[in-house]
């Protein structure tokens, strides 16, 4: 008997479209569901069994917004999505975006907006986690993804924030730096476990880190960064080694030094984290960690498509996606100096 998938390759449309046109839904042109019967016709699909489809519409709603409500030009979450976008293509669901503006009057809900469209399945990222509507659509009874951030009884996919940030304060402790500053970004899961991952390691290897060394600055906010670093720089005793809460944020940071006519990494030492490509390619090359977005998009897809195909079987789980280490050329090796 003919699938979804064999009318949808006819017909040169994507399975969700497919799904869409013969369960007669309103998002698609006369001349496609035309198309579509047609072929099914041909193929020998029952349209008299379309109802056993009817709960499946292939389309996954994707709820995403960053900090600075401008979606895609944040590296890490526009990495994440690429991500998850291609597998789930690959796999013939659509890409459905929820409306995430405050701003529009009378908007609907999150949970009104995916029922709408009649989603399978929705992946939450870089949001307002504890807003009241996002609260209501993970208690819905729609499979969910979260990205970076854990509810109870959902799925969740993470990057390893403690492990990079233990991974990355070995590194600089390696390098003979004891007086290490750490400016981290807005309260959030990923944030907590930065924090923790820097002061497990700094206590491990008997650093003591003065409460002014460790500020918090908005993440992405090259502004804030600026006047953070400008203040550890003024300290009496100021720190040989800085870590930013993003490799974006850091070049606020390099921008301070070098204004004092300071030299990175021969008189401050700075270290980011996300592994943004731009600044891979700048000399210095940034010290950072690498997170696995291509890892992390694919897994969240995976686990939702799981939820949605097969939810009896699929277990609600928080995985952690570990990053590398890129050393890059901004941390001075203070063991050879003393030499």
Same mark, same amino acid.
């Given at each position: 008997?003919?699938?979804?998938?064999?009318?949808?390759?006819?017909?040169?449309?994507?399975?969700?479209?497919?799904?869409?046109?013969?369960?007669?839904?309103?998002?698609?042109?006369?001349?496609?569901?035309?198309?579509?019967?047609?072929?099914?016709?041909?193929?020998?699909?029952?349209?008299?069994?379309?109802?056993?489809?009817?709960?499946?519409?292939?389309?996954?709603?994707?709820?995403?917004?960053?900090?600075?409500?401008?979606?895609?030009?944040?590296?890490?979450?526009?990495?994440?999505?690429?991500?998850?976008?291609?597998?789930?293509?690959?796999?013939?669901?659509?890409?459905?975006?929820?409306?995430?503006?405050?701003?529009?009057?009378?908007?609907?809900?999150?949970?009104?907006?995916?029922?709408?469209?009649?989603?399978?399945?929705?992946?939450?990222?870089?949001?307002?986690?504890?807003?009241?509507?996002?609260?209501?659509?993970? +208690?819905?009874?729609?499979?969910?993804?979260?990205?970076?951030?854990?509810?109870?009884?959902?799925?969740?996919?993470?990057?390893?924030?403690?492990?990079?940030?233990?991974?990355?304060?070995?590194?600089?402790?390696?390098?003979?730096?004891?007086?290490?500053?750490?400016?981290?970004?807005?309260?959030? +899961?990923?944030?907590?476990?930065?924090?923790?991952?820097?002061?497990?390691?700094?206590?491990?290897?008997?650093?003591?880190?003065?409460?002014?060394?460790?500020?918090?600055?908005?993440?992405?906010?090259?502004?804030?960064?600026?006047?953070?670093?400008?203040?550890?720089?003024?300290?009496?005793?100021?720190?040989?080694?800085?870590?930013?809460?993003?490799?974006?944020?850091?070049?606020?940071?390099?921008?301070?030094?070098?204004?004092?006519?300071?030299?990175?990494?021969?008189?401050?030492?700075?270290?980011?984290?996300?592994?943004?490509?731009?600044?891979?390619?700048?000399?210095?090359?940034?010290?950072?960690?690498?997170?696995?977005?291509?890892?992390?998009?694919?897994? +969240?897809?995976?686990?939702?498509?799981?939820?949605?195909?097969?939810?009896?079987?699929?277990?609600?789980?928080?995985?952690?996606?570990?990053?590398?280490?890129?050393?890059?050329?901004?941390?001075?090796?203070?063991?050879?100096?003393?030499?």
């Amino acid at each position: 008997m003919a699938s979804l998938k064999d009318i949808s390759l006819k017909c040169g449309v994507s399975i969700a479209t497919v799904s869409k046109a013969i369960n007669f839904r309103e998002d698609v042109s006369e001349e496609t569901r035309e198309m579509v019967l047609k072929a099914a016709r041909e193929l020998g699909y029952s349209l008299t069994a379309r109802t056993l489809n009817a709960t499946r519409t292939y389309s996954i709603g994707v709820l995403f917004v960053d900090e600075a409500n401008s979606g895609f030009t944040h590296d890490y979450f526009s990495g994440v999505l690429d991500s998850f976008k291609r597998t789930v293509e690959d796999k013939g669901y659509d890409i459905t975006f929820i409306n995430c503006s405050t701003k529009q009057p009378n908007r609907s809900t999150y949970l009104e907006q995916c029922r709408r469209h009649g989603v399978d399945g929705v992946v939450l990222a870089s949001i307002d986690f504890d807003a009241p509507e996002v609260r209501e659509l993970v +208690a819905s009874d729609l499979p969910i993804v979260t990205i970076d951030h854990v509810f109870d009884n959902r799925v969740s996919i993470m990057s390893d924030n403690v492990g990079g940030m233990t991974e990355l304060m070995e590194y600089v402790v390696s390098k003979g730096h004891r007086r290490i500053a750490y400016l981290y970004g807005n309260q959030s +899961a990923v944030t907590s476990g930065r924090i923790a991952g820097f002061y497990r390691t700094a206590e491990r290897f008997g650093i003591t880190v003065p409460d002014e060394y460790v500020m918090q600055v908005p993440y992405r906010n090259v502004e804030a960064t600026y006047m953070a670093t400008e203040t550890l720089l003024g300290l009496r005793t100021p720190p040989t080694c800085i870590l930013f809460s993003d490799d974006f944020a850091a070049m606020g940071g390099l921008n301070a030094i070098r204004a004092r006519g300071l030299s990175v990494p021969d008189d401050v030492s700075v270290a980011g984290f996300d592994g943004m490509r731009a600044l891979q390619y700048l000399e210095p090359k940034l010290c950072t960690i690498v997170q696995d977005t291509e890892n992390i998009g694919i897994l +969240a897809a995976k686990k939702l498509m799981a939820l949605i195909e097969a939810p009896k079987t699929t277990i609600v789980e928080q995985i952690k996606v570990p990053g590398k280490l890129s050393e890059g050329h901004t941390i001075c090796d203070l063991t050879k100096k003393k030499k």
